[in-house]
């Protein structure tokens, strides 16, 4: 059985990992705006991911026969100084996400809730490749320095992420045309 408070505390941070898939396409958008459709690509797969982390949440509540609160959804920034700006923020949410989960797992030992724990550890590492892809782009636009050649070799090195599911084309969307 899961407790009151535990079912609270996934509901909180299943709306949390879809503020992260709004985050993202947010930030695909800005990129968009600055004609880097590699670096738009990168998050909006990272987007499909945080939707699948919020659903796997909402699954796991329906399979402990609890009940799925649908939170409202913060609005996210629009607008960053710089893909550098841009891909700090990112790296800076999955550490606070990394915390969260973090917080969900002291919670689920503190209750005793085994089979919560059991579920979160997968959340725990796969925060740890969160935050290490996002630092690696991090790492990346630094060296890039004010470089455009180098910005324009990352976009296209980006633009190969494979995103865990495709979505179907819009009808009437040309293949390719932001396409995943």
Do not use: C
Not at 33 to 58: I, T
Not at 163 to 177: H, M, N, R, S
């Amino acid at each position: 059985m899961i407790g009151d408070k535990m079912v609270e505390a996934i509901n909180k941070q299943l709306n949390a990992e879809l503020y992260s898939g709004y985050l993202y396409v947010s930030m695909s958008a800005y990129f968009e705006s600055l004609d880097l459709p590699g670096f738009a690509h990168w998050m909006r797969a990272q987007a499909q991911e945080e939707l699948l982390h919020a659903m796997n949440f909402y699954h796991y509540l329906v399979d402990k026969d609890a009940r799925v609160a649908v939170l409202p959804i913060e609005q996210p920034p629009t607008e960053w100084d710089s893909p550098l700006a841009v891909f700090q923020h990112a790296y800076e949410h999955e550490q606070k996400i990394s915390g969260l989960i973090n917080a969900l797992v002291e919670r689920a030992m503190s209750e005793r809730d085994f089979a919560t724990n059991v579920v979160l550890q997968w959340f725990v590492n796969e925060q740890i490749e969160e935050e290490a892809s996002a630092k690696a782009v991090v790492q990346q636009l630094k060296r890039a320095g004010a470089s455009n050649e180098a910005l324009m070799l990352l976009d296209r090195e980006l633009a190969a992420r494979v995103p865990l599911f495709v979505l179907p084309l819009v009808p009437g969307q040309a293949a390719g045309a932001g396409a995943p």
